[in-house]
């Protein structure tokens, strides 16, 4: 009997038209364009800017150009996912929002939180109601509006991170590409080190905590890059050596584009060379749960049906993983 899996069949996305340079973030905190690049690989990033515009608005346009790019009718769509950790607030739901605005109607949709690993945790979450044959058409998207909760006045935050969405229509196959293997995993152990400190339940929204501002990303940088160089290339190679991969099988590792040190650290223990490694943290930075769709976007034209591709990302929580797909667009290799 022949296996049911959940294959990409579509990819979109979305950035902002303002363009934050390292220059321009000079001027708020003390850095320069050489600092960023040789720590991070960043040049710039995008923000988007205007009043009362959520990630809702990202995820909004990113939805809307898949729709488009897959010929899909709104109706059609049985599940959507937005995977964030910005949402336009703490209820409804983004993806709840995102639906309303595009005519998603004959669907539920909920918000998934996993940090910079998001996009890898709803990827995954909505292949099994694909490969379970519950639904046909599913949504992810991975959208992060990451300047609202970036505090422009510490400069160890402020210059990773971007706004931008990308999102991903799932769809059954019986042929051999889809979602072929993942692993998944988490430890709360790391909540210290990686966290946005008020806002919630424990420590909800005060004089004094807008005050400290604790409203604001904050990180302990050298821990996390730590257990992010280490567990993200681990998790990539676990994959490969279950499926028998080498880096001569892989076409392109898709990374989560947080630093670039941390990328080039996964791809030495892939085995592979840089010109199988997606890059566009230069002109992005960090997006969050938008980092990984956004790359497929920028690369769809290189890839070919049959393409062995290796997602990887690593994210607050901590969470971290990895997923093997094989491409399932365009011409046969």
Same mark, same amino acid.
């Given at each position: 009997?022949? #296996?049911?899996?959940?294959?990409?069949?579509?990819?979109?996305?979305?950035?902002?038209?303002? /363009?934050? +340079?390292?220059?321009?973030?000079?001027? @708020?905190?003390?850095?320069?364009?050489?600092?960023?690049?040789?720590?991070?690989?960043?040049?710039?990033?995008?923000?988007?800017?205007?009043?009362?515009?959520?990630?809702?608005?990202? =995820?909004?346009?990113?939805?809307?150009?898949?729709?488009?790019?897959?010929?899909? %009718?709104?109706?059609?769509?049985?599940?959507?996912?937005?995977? !964030?950790?910005?949402?336009?607030?703490?209820?409804?739901?983004?993806?709840?929002?995102?639906?309303?605005?595009?005519?998603? #109607?004959?669907?539920? %949709?909920?918000?998934?939180?996993?940090?910079?690993? =998001?996009?890898?945790?709803?990827?995954?979450? =909505?292949?099994?109601?694909?490969?379970?044959?519950?639904?046909?058409?599913?949504?992810?998207?991975?959208?992060? &509006?990451? %300047?609202?909760?970036?505090?422009?006045?510490?400069?160890? +935050?402020?210059?990773?991170?971007?706004?931008?969405?990308?999102?991903? @229509?799932?769809?059954?196959?019986?042929?051999?590409?889809?979602?072929?293997?993942?692993?998944?995993? %988490?430890?709360?152990?790391?909540?210290?080190?990686?966290?946005?400190?008020?806002?919630?339940?424990?420590?909800?929204?005060?004089?004094?905590? /807008?005050?400290?501002?604790?409203?604001?990303?904050?990180?302990?940088?050298? !821990?996390?890059? #730590?257990? $992010?160089?280490?567990?993200?290339?681990?998790?990539?190679? &676990?994959?490969?050596?279950?499926?028998?991969?080498?880096?001569?099988?892989?076409?392109?590792?898709?990374?989560?584009?947080?630093?670039?040190?941390?990328?080039?650290?996964? $791809?030495?223990?892939?085995?592979?060379?840089?010109? &199988?490694?997606?890059?566009?943290?230069?002109?992005?930075?960090?997006?969050?749960?938008?980092?990984?769709?956004?790359?497929?976007?920028?690369?769809?034209?290189?890839?070919?049906?049959?393409?062995?591709?290796?997602?990887?990302?690593?994210?607050?929580?901590? !969470?971290?993983?990895?997923?093997?797909? #094989?491409?399932?667009?365009?011409?046969?290799?």
């Amino acid at each position: 009997m022949t #296996k049911m899996r959940a294959a990409i069949t579509g990819v979109a996305g979305y950035v902002p038209s303002y /363009v934050l +340079t390292n220059d321009e973030l000079a001027t @708020m905190v003390d850095t320069n364009d050489e600092w960023i690049t040789e720590r991070t690989g960043i040049k710039e990033r995008r923000i988007l800017k205007g009043e009362e515009k959520g990630t809702s608005i990202l =995820g909004i346009e990113a939805t809307k150009r898949l729709l488009e790019k897959t010929n899909t %009718s709104p109706e059609e769509v049985d599940l959507l996912i937005c995977c !964030t950790v910005t949402g336009d607030m703490p209820f409804p739901a983004t993806a709840n929002i995102i639906s309303a605005e595009v005519g998603i #109607k004959n669907a539920f %949709s909920y918000d998934l939180n996993a940090a910079c690993s =998001g996009f890898l945790y709803g990827l995954v979450t =909505g292949a099994q109601f694909v490969q379970s044959g519950t639904y046909k058409k599913v949504i992810v998207v991975g959208a992060d &509006k990451m %300047s609202s909760i970036v505090d422009y006045q510490d400069r160890t +935050t402020c210059i990773l991170f971007g706004d931008g969405a990308g999102a991903v @229509m799932l769809e059954p196959t019986e042929g051999e590409n889809g979602i072929m293997d993942f692993y998944l995993r %988490s430890d709360g152990a790391g909540e210290p080190y990686l966290n946005m400190p008020a806002g919630g339940s424990r420590k909800p929204a005060s004089h004094q905590t /807008v005050e400290n501002r604790e409203h604001y990303a904050k990180q302990d940088g050298r !821990t996390v890059f #730590k257990f $992010a160089v280490t567990h993200m290339a681990e998790a990539a190679a &676990k994959v490969m050596e279950e499926n028998k991969l080498t880096g001569d099988d892989i076409a392109f590792l898709v990374p989560h584009q947080a630093n670039k040190r941390i990328i080039d650290a996964t $791809a030495r223990r892939m085995d592979i060379g840089d010109e &199988k490694v997606m890059l566009n943290i230069q002109r992005y930075g960090n997006t969050t749960s938008g980092t990984i769709p956004l790359c497929l976007v920028d690369y769809e034209n290189q890839l070919k049906k049959g393409d062995n591709l290796i997602l990887a990302a690593f994210g607050g929580g901590f !969470t971290w993983g990895a997923v093997y797909v #094989k491409w399932a667009i365009g011409d046969e290799k």
